[in-house]
């Protein structure tokens, strides 16, 4: 009998082969207690979230495409006045609940909210190990104790969570240090490797870490926490297997569908009872983007981290973009004994 991963799997496949939504990432604001400089939700401020009613109708017309599972993003998520409103709303339906959270708002009152109607996962997205070094991404102060106090209020209600970073120079300058706060709440930390420059900015970001730091943030990582030993356990920082318009989509806090959170393009403003047929009219479109991808016939390609969306972001589909082929050249170097 298939465990519950192999099912998931299986329903990806099935979704896959039927061109329907599986997953589908909604980005309920781009309102954010945080100021960080590397976040791409400042270039849509100033914002106007959309109010409750059309949301739950984009929930009812993913449902209605077969989906089953949500993320709710931000921005922060759990800012929005209604969060629960629309929450309570969604679980009533009976699908699985991913929350993305930087973990300020995970008081005693949400802790206990959440533990009566329990999300699948709650990612708690971690800047800093103390208040300097968290100040120093968020550029907020007095926010680590509350992130600190989030993540024990997590422990104590039994709730499924996972922390996550991110690689970007203040937070590798201090990276032992905050791998050494995760291990001591008793926990694994997840981790990305791609840092995107801002959607309106042509220049990268002068956060991101160069090919030889990525690597060696992400050995720090794999080296301290032995979870990353077990085939289950996917770091998700390079894959071949992207979803986006494969098994699921993103919706923006402007009620547009887009491939996934980075992809601006090809994109269509969402109508609820249209779903499906917007969902599968993008996944047309996305795959004439894609379908003379020339990464395709690259001998790096399984150590790069290029997509379409991150190529969009670095010069353009049909170039080879310098900052991904150094990382992959020094990742096939350092896991594949060289070029």
Not at 202 to 216: A, G, M, N, V, Y
Not at 320 to 334: I, N
Request: hydrophobic letters at 35%; a neutral charge; one cysteine or more.
């Amino acid at each position: 009998m298939p465990n519950y991963l192999q099912w998931k799997r299986q329903l990806a496949n099935f979704a896959k082969e039927n061109k329907f939504p599986l997953t589908v990432e909604c980005e309920l604001t781009t309102g954010c207690n945080f100021r960080c400089a590397m976040c791409y939700v400042h270039d849509n401020q100033p914002y106007q979230d959309l109010p409750t009613s059309e949301w739950k109708s984009f929930f009812d017309g993913a449902i209605n495409s077969g989906a089953l599972y949500f993320v709710l993003t931000g921005g922060e998520p759990l800012s929005r006045l209604d969060f629960w409103e629309l929450y309570e709303y969604l679980m009533s339906k009976g699908v699985k609940i991913t929350v993305f959270t930087n973990g300020s708002f995970i008081n005693e009152s949400v802790a206990t909210r959440f533990k009566k109607n329990p999300p699948e996962l709650i990612t708690v997205t971690l800047y800093g190990y103390d208040e300097e070094s968290t100040f120093n991404v968020t550029g907020v102060k007095n926010q680590f104790i509350k992130v600190d106090q989030g993540i024990d209020l997590l422990i104590k209600y039994n709730l499924s969570f996972i922390l996550r970073t991110l690689p970007i120079k203040p937070i590798y300058s201090s990276l032992p240090q905050l791998i050494k706060y995760v291990q001591s709440k008793n926990q694994f930390l997840g981790y990305q490797l791609y840092i995107a420059p801002s959607k309106n900015q042509s220049s990268p970001s002068h956060l991101r870490l160069s090919s030889s730091e990525l690597i060696k943030f992400e050995q720090m990582i794999l080296n301290a926490f032995t979870e990353y030993k077990h085939k289950e356990c996917s770091t998700s920082a390079i894959s071949s297997s992207c979803q986006a318009l494969v098994t699921g989509c993103f919706i923006s806090h402007d009620g547009y569908m887009h491939p996934c959170s980075l992809a601006d393009e090809p994109k269509a403003k969402l109508i609820p009872s249209q779903f499906l047929e917007i969902y599968q009219s993008l996944q047309i479109r996305w795959n004439e983007i894609n379908k003379d991808n020339p990464c395709n016939n690259c001998h790096l390609v399984h150590e790069c981290l290029q997509c379409p969306a991150r190529k969009q972001f670095e010069g353009g589909l049909n170039k080879c973009s310098e900052y991904l082929k150094a990382f992959a050249e020094s990742h096939k170097g350092v896991y594949h004994g060289g070029l």
